[in-house]
Nanobody, 118 residues
């Protein structure tokens, strides 16, 4: 059974930082392209950042150097470090795993809420 379990969300003030983690089980983690998406109320889910099995990152334009994605293949975990958070970063953040050789194998976590507010 595949499980992606996100953690680390919460409430933070504007300008603050949060680190999210996603622990994967039931997949050959090193074979998967890992991503973080987010969905704010009334908006479509959008890509925040992703990282290949070779640790090559890709970021959405709105990240603008504020976020960093990383992975630890030994721990089957992907991380998202978020700095200089803005109120518009408020959303549910989802972890995504997509098999690099066959994108049909695509799994999602249940999400973790990030709220940026004073």
């Amino acid at each position: 059974q595949v499980q992606l379990v996100e953690s680390g969300g919460g409430l933070v003030q504007p300008g603050g930082s949060l680190s999210l983690s996603c622990a994967a089980s039931g997949i050959t983690f090193r074979s998967y392209y890992m991503g973080w998406y987010r969905q704010a109320p009334g908006r479509q889910r959008e890509l925040v950042a992703a990282i290949t099995s070779a640790r090559i990152p890709n970021y959405a334009d709105f990240v603008a150097g504020r976020f960093t994605i990383a992975r630890d293949n030994a721990k089957n975990t992907v991380y998202l470090t978020m700095n200089s958070l803005k109120p518009e970063d408020t959303a549910v953040y989802y972890c995504d795993a997509k098999k690099e050789t066959n994108n049909a194998f695509n799994f999602w976590g249940q999400g973790t809420q990030v709220t940026v507010s004073s």
